[in-house]
């Protein structure tokens, strides 16, 4: 199968969508060239072949795969998250290649389709991990809001670490980049998709709260030995906007919307969020 | 709030900021958890992570050790928290995911027990009242009553006690209240807490945990003559004797004139940072202080670190074979740090290693090249001379610092065309840092 065939495949862009198409290769025996989503715009000669998303085929591929390395799962779930350009052909290639070799393919690292497949769901992780610490929430109205715009698309792999440890707190991570929103009320947690948040008034105190934090940060560094380039190793700055001890984070007040509405927001019954206009 | 400032930036100085070795899950109707790994939430300008809320109770002191900037005689502005704020304000930015915990410290208020005291009543507001879960870092007061230490301890995570200076000579010349066995006394008491807890937790799953992430400490470098030698000696004693978890170093800043101390230069940074890579080489490389250093090289190289600098004085046991080797050899190449020989173990078990694949896999070709073969051959093209594998460790900028430091010319000869008049001796004395 080393040989790719003259084709370009196009999926939905969604996991059952892209197992199809390695179902696809299987049954053939043909690699294709790349995998384009639907709707992306066409940059190739090559003909293209439209794989619908099929649930039966797409969990037989699924089953076969948990069969053979529950671990290879776990990394096609985390990687598919990512948001790399060759993200679904590298994944494709991977499970044809795990279909291929059997059992234990996680630990072929030094095969350039294996290594591929493991880099990006460790970058995936990597960021997760590092929005799990870098973070910010604001009190609005007794609820915890967050903002963040990653690469990938982490917010399924965050909800788990905070619930467990603010088990009490309505709380809110809204991914710009991604148009998505995380929300936890009493134990309950989902993502939604959304555009744009409005949200109410930040609750008393915690204007203060930011102050005293951001006068901590400036306070805690050692003069004699200041190292901006090892800061940015550990905190590469494009996180730096969204957190407000840094320098040139955006005004504290970044989250508020029109604040004339004054919708009290959000606490009480079901609709956990309004939609902005023109959502 | 500008009680924080004054508390916060006493505290500054201690290096300690991890919030890790504690695994703990929210507390019914609490806040918080703790993550064995720990976290960072953010890097100050000078790098160093911020992961937990350092400040002081206080820093009114009734010593007046040398080098602390809250010593008696020192002019600065004086605060203290109520136990209450301090616990209020540390669930707040615990609540907006700014920090992993608390790490409470303290000058000695009145005397030690009523210092001890008042810092138990944080915890006992955060760990009682809130059923805080995040970590705590607290540190013991010399010469408090035992029973407050231990009481302390059974809340917190981490308890240490500094030992400050690296003997006790500067020790009695540079804090004249204290003594050695005030520093040692806690720290043994502390073991044995853990020690007996660790059965009692056998017996028992549900006795209270005592400082289930263990005791650290820190020491100050360059504030005094000891040598790098003696600081690890030092650090392995304490590994040893004492089962630290972490012995953190801290480079001198002078923040205070005394005639006791070297006068305002730069912190020596670089010092720092090769003894925390010999730490990390005799906590989880198998390495022993002695193998780093002995009595005719005292100091770490300031050129490579000192693995590499292990690595090329014993050139005889390498090359070693990536495809056979076993775990211990794989860990003391050079370029190959923990994660990367367990994934050449993973790896090697299911085809051949070559090259390529090592690059893969993460380890750090450049330096690992010299010491490795794959399946019996070295990388093509190499020769692997003991010049050329100086030159090719030490940095471009280094390499210039060091030609600058010896213009007379003869030490230049060591990068220029005449190259084979060098012996195995000046490479070695250039490598300890002995030129």
């Not at chain 1, 809204?174 to 998709?193: K, S, Y």
Request: net charge neutral; with cysteine.
């Amino acid at each position: 199968m080393s040989d790719r065939a003259n084709l370009i495949y196009r999926y939905d862009g969604s996991l059952p969508g892209l197992l199809c198409c390695v179902f696809e290769s299987c049954r053939t025996g043909r690699l294709p060239l790349d995998i384009w989503e639907e709707g992306e715009p066409s940059t190739s000669l090559a003909p293209e072949l439209t794989i619908p998303a099929d649930r039966e085929e797409a969990a037989q591929v699924w089953r076969k795969l948990r069969q053979l390395s529950h671990e290879a799962a776990r990394w096609t779930e985390v990687a598919f998250l990512s948001g790399a350009e060759d993200k679904a052909l590298a994944l494709h290639d991977f499970l044809c290649e795990a279909f291929r070799r059997g059992r234990g393919i996680a630990g072929y690292l030094g095969d350039p389709v294996v290594a591929r497949a493991f880099q990006l769901q460790r970058q995936v992780h990597n960021e997760a991990h590092l929005l799990l610490e870098f973070l910010r929430f604001e009190e609005r109205q007794g609820v915890l809001a967050a903002r963040i715009e990653p690469k990938a698309f982490v917010l399924p792999l965050m909800g788990g670490h905070f619930a467990a440890r603010f088990p009490g707190e309505t709380f809110l991570i809204h991914d710009v980049a991604h148009g998505a929103v995380l929300l936890h009320q009493r134990g309950r947690m989902e993502i939604q998709p959304l555009e744009d948040l409005v949200l109410a008034a930040p609750s008393p105190g915690e204007e203060q709260f930011q102050e005293l934090w951001r006068r901590y940060y400036d306070t805690i560094a050692i003069q004699e030995r200041l190292n901006p380039k090892c800061r940015m190793n550990h905190c590469p700055k494009r996180f730096w906007n969204h957190m407000l001890e840094m320098p040139g984070a955006r005004p504290p007040k970044r989250l508020e919307g029109p604040s004339s509405q004054g919708e009290k927001l959000p606490v009480k019954g079901r609709p956990l969020l309004s939609r902005a206009a023109g959502q | 709030m500008e009680k924080l400032e004054i508390l916060s930036d006493a505290a500054k100085y201690d290096a300690a900021c991890t919030s890790s070795g504690s695994s703990r899950s929210t507390p019914a109707g609490g806040i918080g958890n703790c993550f064995t790994a720990g976290l960072c939430h953010s890097f100050a300008a000078d790098g160093r992570c911020i992961s937990l809320l350092k400040v002081l109770m206080t820093n009114y002191c009734v010593y007046d050790c040398r080098y602390c900037i809250n010593r008696r005689s020192n002019d600065v502005p004086r605060a203290a928290f109520t136990p209450q704020e301090l616990a209020d304000l540390t669930i707040q930015f615990y609540r907006r995911n700014y920090i992993e915990g608390l790490f409470l410290s303290s000058g000695v208020m009145r005397d030690a027990d009523h210092t001890s005291e008042r810092m138990l009543r944080v915890l006992e507001i955060l760990r009682q009242e809130y059923r805080f879960g995040g970590y705590i870092h607290v540190k013991a007061i010399p010469g408090a009553d035992e029973a407050l230490t231990r009481r302390l301890a059974l809340l917190a995570d981490r308890i240490s006690v500094n030992i400050e200076m690296p003997s006790s000579q500067s020790l009695s010349r540079l804090c004249p209240e204290k003594t050695k066995s005030s520093i040692l006394g806690p720290m043994g008491f502390i073991r044995d807490g853990i020690r007996e807890n660790s059965t009692d937790l056998v017996r028992y799953r549900h006795a209270p945990q005592f400082a289930p992430a263990g005791q650290s400490t820190q020491m100050i470098v360059g504030a005094t003559p000891e040598s790098d030698l003696t600081i690890l000696r030092l650090t392995q004693g304490l590994y040893k004797k004492y089962q630290l978890k972490r012995v953190f170093f801290s480079a001198y800043v002078p923040v205070v004139q005394d005639a006791l101390l070297p006068a305002g230069s730069k912190p020596p940074l670089l010092r720092e940072h090769r003894l925390y890579q010999a730490d990390w080489l005799l906590r989880f490389y198998g390495f022993a202080a002695e193998e780093l250093l002995d009595e005719e090289h005292p100091s770490f190289s300031p050129y490579v670190d000192p693995k590499c600098n292990w690595a090329l004085n014993h050139l005889e046991q390498f090359p070693v074979e990536v495809n056979t080797a076993p775990y211990e050899t794989l860990l003391r190449v050079p370029g190959i740090g923990v994660k990367s020989a367990q994934r050449i173990l993973t790896a090697r078990r299911h085809s051949r290693l070559d090259w390529p694949h090592l690059r893969k896999i993460g380890v750090v070709l450049k330096r690992a090249q010299y010491f490795l073969l794959c399946g019996g051959k070295a990388p093509e093209g190499l020769r692997v001379t003991q010049d050329g594998v100086l030159r090719a460790l030490i940095s471009q900028k280094d390499q210039e610092l060091l030609a600058a430091q010896h213009p007379q010319g003869e030490q230049l000869s060591l990068f220029g065309p005449s190259q084979e008049q060098l012996t195995r001796e000046d490479v070695m004395q250039c490598l300890t840092g002995q030129i």
